[in-house]
Structure formats: structure tokens, C-alpha cells
């Protein structure tokens, strides 16, 4: 997988001084964790998963988490799973057929309904390990948790490719919980254990919201919200401190109708929303329409001068370097207390390329969408 593969040679050139770089389902996770962008939810029941993946209709899916909890009823859930199955035999005969190459599969994991759930399909997360990249937990909990890892610890011993774990930090025990930072460090605690398989921690705003019957309106990005602003700065100061742990975005609910829509309220809440997460230290963002993909991953290129910033800094680290002016003389470059960020920039920059000089993230936009 590569971010924006589908522009021609000469688009790339002229928009990036670094293109993106490949990353594949076997990639180290420090890698992965910064790449599974855009992730996009699909319900299991869909028939079209294979085709989807062997021929995307539309640019941008690099990640797709086939939904077998909230996006499928209980009537029709029995009838996902086997549809699940189904579409992920014919992904991985796909793939052995060399009909789908490495370069060309996205990172597919399955949301899972509960820990049962995963204990059923146990056998077949085994078998699919070479093509599916691992699981969702929802409502994760600390009594959840102890039942879920053993589980996926055990599939990861029986398998040459790790099979990772992304958990969903969305129930009422943690939104809810007057010692929230204790709770959020037992949780910590446990995940420290299966450091190696957990790919990122993921934030599930709408359930968090629906617990006080609240909804983000389309001019309302999350850090807005007290509700979510307290929440989310929780959950980061507990998993993200010293880069432990990759911290993915909430979904935003509203999408336009085309993602070249600029002047459309939903793409310009979505963009809101995506400065303020990265802002804030989260990489990467659930998406649950297509037309989400494009701007989720243009907001994740790197421009120029941050680049710079970061590439100065870094050097000025490893040289042990003092305070001095950035190249555009317009802030203060500090290698001890910016280090980490610049190097969590660098890896970004890997993965979502470098946007030349006096191109943003509009100008990425614009091209990328562009029919």
C-alpha cells in the first residue's frame, strides 16, 4: 500500500519533495502504527469485500475494518460471519494466486461483537492471519481485556505474521468513571504486557456521546465538546506519553456526497476536526464513508516547513545542539523539549510524504480529489 498511488508520476513530482512510502501487512509494527491512516468501517454483511479490495472503486482505501458488532443487527449477524469468511477465503485466494501482490492489499481487520465471538472465529483468524492484519475490540473494558488478549496472544503464537489488536476505549466503566486516570492506567498496565500486538488505541466518540445523549453538530469538531475534549485528553496523557502508544481519531459522522465538495460543511467539519486531532497528538482516523478517505490522508501529509523544523531539530539532537532559529526565522527550534515530536514528524513524513514548498494541504486536497 502506498498513500495517494493513484496519482500519475508527474502529479506526485509536482506536488511532493518526498513521496509517500510503501508499507505492507507485514511491515514493522513502528511503521504500521503510524499507517493505518484512514481506517475505513464496512459491515460484514457486505458481498462486495473481495471485489472491493481486489478492484477499489473509489482511491484512498490502504485500511478496511469489516464490522461484525453496532453496523450489523442481531437478526443478520450469524449471516456476517459467514459472509465474513467468505470474502476473506476469496481475499487470501487472491492473494496466493498473485492476483492481489503485497503492495496491493489493504490492512484489513475484523471488529469483533465480544470476546465470545472472538474465542468462535479463533480457528479462522489462524488461517487468515497471512492477509488479515488482526482485530477490534469495542467497549473494551479491564475485565474485557483479561479475556480478549490471552485469546489474540495465542493466535500470535501460532502464527508467523503478527496479528495485531487495536482496542476501542468507548464504554460507559471509562467515560463515566470519577477516577478515570486510575482506571485508564490499569488498562495501560494490562496492554504493556501484550506491548508487541497492540497496534493503536482507538477512541469511540459516538458511544461516548450517546452515553448523555449527545451529538456533534456539523460545525462542531470533538475538542469542542467538553464531553470528548476531557475525555480524548485523558486517554492521551495516560497512552501517549513518550510516544508509548498510537492514538487513532474518533470517526466524524457527516460526509459530503464527493470529496471534491470543498465548500460543503461536512468535508470542511471533517478537515476541523483532522487539524485539531493531529494537534492534539492523534495519527490516523476512523472513517465510515469513502468520500472521508482523501481528506483524512491529505491532512496527514507533512508540509514543508514542518519538515524542515523537524529534520533540523532532529540532526541538532543527535549533536547535541542548543536552542536556534528555525530556517524561516519565524520560531524557536528546541531539540530537548521537540524531539520527540520531530521524530514522530519523521515517521509521518515516511508514511504520508512531504508536500513541496508553498503547497498545503488544500492545494493535496483539490489535486488528489480532483475527477
Known amino acids: 500500500m502506498k498513500f495517494f498511488s493513484h496519482l500519475t508520476l508527474a502529479e506526485t513530482e509536482g506536488l511532493f519533495f518526498q513521496a509517500p512510502q510503501p508499507f505492507f501487512r507485514d511491515s514493522p509494527r513502528d511503521l504500521l502504527r503510524f499507517a493505518v491512516g484512514a481506517l475505513l468501517y464496512t459491515p460484514a454483511t457486505d458481498r462486495r469485500v473481495a471485489e472491493m479490495v481486489r478492484r477499489p472503486p473509489w482511491p484512498g482505501l490502504t485500511a478496511l475494518g469489516l464490522c461484525l458488532e453496532d453496523s450489523v443487527g442481531e437478526a443478520e449477524r450469524r449471516a456476517a460471519r459467514k459472509n465474513l469468511i467468505r470474502q476473506v477465503r476469496r481475499i487470501a485466494r487472491l492473494a496466493a494466486q498473485g492476483e492481489l501482490p503485497p503492495d496491493k492489499l489493504p490492512l484489513i481487520f475484523v471488529r469483533v461483537k465480544d470476546h465470545a465471538m472472538l474465542q468462535e472465529l479463533q480457528p479462522f483468524f489462524l488461517e487468515a492471519a497471512p ?152 495519527m490516523g482516523k476512523t472513517a465510515i464513508h469513502p468520500a472521508q478517505l482523501l481528506p483524512i490522508q491529505a491532512m496527514h501529509a507533512v508540509e514543508w516547513e514542518t519538515y524542515t523544523d523537524a529534520a533540523e ?16 526565522r519565524n520560531k524557536m527550534n528546541e531539540p530537548k523539549p521537540h524531539e520527540l515530536w520531530a521524530r514522530r514528524i519523521m515517521k509521518q513524513a515516511a508514511i504520508y510524504g512531504v508536500l513541496h514548498p508553498g503547497v498545503g494541504r488544500q492545494e493535496l486536497l483539490a489535486a488528489v480529489s480532483a475527477p
Open 131 to 282: 492477509v488479515l492484519a488482526g482485530v477490534i475490540l469495542p467497549k473494551v473494558n479491564l475485565a474485557r481485556l483479561q479475556v480478549y488478549l490471552p485469546l489474540v496472544a495465542e493466535i500470535n503464537r501460532q502464527t508467523a505474521s503478527t496479528f495485531y489488536v487495536m482496542p476501542i476505549l468507548e464504554d460507559v466503566e471509562i467515560a463515566a468513571a470519577a477516577e478515570r486516570l486510575f482506571l485508564l492506567r490499569g488498562l495501560r498496565d494490562l496492554l504493556d504486557q501484550y506491548y508487541p500486538y497492540v497496534l493503536n488505541i482507538r477512541i469511540g466518540a459516538t458511544d461516548c456521546c450517546g452515553l448523555y445523549g449527545l451529538r456533534r453538530a456539523v460545525d462542531t469538531p470533538s475538542g469542542r465538546l467538553a464531553l470528548l475534549s476531557a475525555y480524548i485528553a485523558d486517554i492521551t496523557r495516560i497512552f501517549a506519553l513518550y510516544d508509548r502508544y498510537t492514538i487513532s481519531a474518533p470517526v466524524w459522522e457527516y460526509f459530503p456526497q464527493e470529496a471534491s465538495a470543498s465548500a460543503a460543511p461536512e468535508l470542511s467539519g471533517l478537515l476541523a476536526e483532522c487539524h485539531l486531532d493531529l494537534q492534539n497528538g492523534l
Open 313 to 328: 531539530i532532529s540532526e541538532a539532537a543527535e549533536s547535541a545542539r542548543g536552542v536556534f532559529a528555525s530556517a524561516g
